[in-house]
């Protein structure tokens, strides 16, 4: 079992960028694949991006790809999520997930979730 921490959010101003940080603690992090979601005001929760254990392999969604990065420090156990040129269309809650398997991006696939940390973006 893994226990998730997300931390970095926050109000910023279109066009800013943010660094979201997601610490685990509990059995070893490098045996998960990592990933982001978010779910915005009256919206079902949607796929950001994902990580191998390794950190070789990334996949992000196409309403993000080009100005957010996800990266991971297996020996911090922490996974992290670069996101540039910020848009208003980007306010969600952010939580980070892991999974035992890499190449899904459906929620349910994910065995284990943070509580969220709120990004909102002012135009």
């Known amino acids: 079992q893994v226990q998730l921490v997300e931390s970095g959010g926050g109000l910023v101003q279109a066009g800013d960028s943010l660094r979201l940080s997601c610490a685990a603690s509990?059995?070893?992090?490098?045996?998960?694949?990592m990933a982001w979601f978010r779910q915005g005001p009256g919206k079902e929760r949607e796929f950001v991006a994902v990580?191998?254990?390794?950190?070789?392999?990334?996949v992000y969604a196409d309403s993000v790809k080009g100005r957010t990065t996800i990266s991971r420090d297996n020996a911090k156990g922490t996974v992290y999520l670069q996101m540039n040129s910020l848009k208003p269309e980007d306010t969600a809650l952010y939580f980070c997930?892991?999974?035992?398997?890499?190449?899904?991006?459906?929620?349910?696939?994910?065995?284990?979730w943070g509580q969220g940390t709120q990004v909102t973006v002012s135009s």
């Open positions: 509990g059995r070893s992090f490098s045996t998960y694949t």
């Open positions: 990580i191998n254990r390794s950190g070789g392999n990334t």
């Open positions: 997930a892991a999974a035992f398997v890499f190449g899904t991006y459906d929620p349910r696939a994910y065995s284990y």
